[in-house]
């Protein structure tokens, strides 16, 4: 730590940690953790680069200012261009998720933090070695942030293997349920489209034959996973990202997302066991204007429609759900894990032969002109091509 005193490892993104002024009166319990977050990055042994310095620039002015408020600097004022970008694409996320996805984070920095008495070994884990999640397990209960908010949270071939490799990890470590949740204002927007854009030198069909084998066995975890699984939609939620919420075992929705999966407006058809669990969950009506004709339903409806378990408001969102979850953390975990087999296992084989039957079919799909051209049309419109 001798090497980096103070921030002066800060020199490129200075951000405000040490201009803190707090009302000390007002302080809740998550504002102290805030505060000790705070403190623990003063305590870091390498400089965590300027993109996670960037994370927690934003994430700070978010928690301590809400969303941006500054005139957007000049293109060639790079660094506060670059800060005001990171602030702003926090959009309007509440105060207090910024504050917990600031203690989260520096909590995913773990390995390069000086280990202090706030942190009591053995009882609070967190793991590193991710690029696109955040992933802590504290108190119980193991949490899989989803880490690309900028692109809202889209998930790339690094991010689906991450999240196996999370799972695989959450399904053997000593915590009894798992979360997944998303960082900045959005859950999850789907498959990224620029996933179409790496063709191999085997061209697309090679890639759409292991893109269906990349899906099967993402898709197998969830129906896999042995604990109880949660999640926790904090924003709209697209594709893929909603689909998989039929393996879930819980779905707390906050009043701000919403559920979409245009598949047939991208040429493509349902994955995630969505053609077998949403017929299950809404009946075949329901299943088609969403699955078919690519309704979007707020949490309202999706509450309504039983694919979600509770709607909170935006505002309490976090605060409500996070008693809950570490209420049921503290439940015997062995009940729990052997609850959630009676009631799942008579099902996995239909939901592996149901997963591997839509995999099958997407890798035609994705040979499509049908599905090329939503593809390019999504790219150029964002100049990707
Ligand atoms: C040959 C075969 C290969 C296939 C490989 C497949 C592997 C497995 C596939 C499993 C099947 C999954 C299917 C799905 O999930 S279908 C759903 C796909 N998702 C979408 O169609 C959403 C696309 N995004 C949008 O419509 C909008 O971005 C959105 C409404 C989500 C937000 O709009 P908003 O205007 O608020 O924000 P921006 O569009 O400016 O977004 C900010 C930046 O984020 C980028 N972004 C967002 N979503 C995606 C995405 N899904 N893929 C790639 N990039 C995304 C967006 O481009 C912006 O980036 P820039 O700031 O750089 O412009």
Request: charged fraction near 25%.
């Amino acid at each position: 730590m001798s090497d980096f005193p103070d921030f002066s490892y800060l020199q490129v993104i200075s951000f405000p940690v040490v201009q803190l002024h707090m009302n000390r009166a007002a302080m809740t319990a998550s504002q102290k953790d805030f505060e000790n977050a705070m403190n623990q990055v003063k305590l870091l042994k390498k400089d965590p680069g300027n993109e996670v310095k960037l994370k927690l620039y934003a994430l700070y002015k978010q928690a301590t200012e809400g969303p941006c408020n500054m005139p957007k600097p000049g293109v060639f004022d790079l660094i506060n261009k670059a800060k005001w970008d990171a602030w702003n694409t926090l959009g309007s996320l509440p105060k207090e998720t910024a504050r917990q996805n600031y203690v989260d984070l520096v909590s995913s920095l773990s390995s390069s933090l000086e280990s202090s008495s706030q942190v009591e070994p053995g009882t609070d884990r967190k793991s590193t070695g991710y690029e696109t999640l955040m992933v802590t397990s504290e108190g119980g209960i193991t949490k899989i942030t989803l880490n690309r908010p900028a692109k809202k949270n889209a998930i790339n071939v690094e991010m689906y293997h991450e999240i196996m490799r999370a799972l695989k990890a959450a399904s053997k470590d000593d915590s009894s349920i798992t979360v997944l949740t998303g960082n900045g204002d959005y859950y999850s927007s789907g498959n990224d489209l620029t996933n179409f854009t790496d063709i191999p030198p085997g061209g697309v069909e090679e890639k759409a034959k292991n893109s269906a084998i990349l899906l099967r066995e993402f898709v197998g975890c969830f129906i896999d996973f042995p604990k109880p699984l949660i999640a926790v939609v904090n924003g709209p939620a697209v594709g893929i990202s909603v689909t998989i919420l039929g393996l879930f075992d819980v779905v707390y929705a906050s009043d701000r997302a919403t559920f979409h999966t245009p598949f047939s407006h991208l040429g493509q058809s349902p994955e995630g066991c969505s053609s077998y669990t949403f017929l299950k969950i809404m009946g075949p009506a329901k299943a088609t204007e969403m699955l078919v004709f690519g309704k979007k339903l707020t949490a309202g409806e999706a509450c309504a429609q039983g694919l979600v378990t509770a709607v909170f408001p935006d505002s309490t969102f976090q605060k409500e759900v996070w008693t809950r979850l570490k209420a049921f953390a503290k439940l015997p975990p062995n009940a729990m894990r052997i609850s959630k087999e009676v009631i799942r296992n008579r099902e996995k084989e239909k939901l592996h032969a149901v997963n591997a039957e839509e995999c099958s079919v997407l890798q035609e799909r994705w040979l499509s002109d049908e599905c090329m051209n939503a593809v390019v049309n999504f790219l150029s419109r964002k100049s990707k091509l």
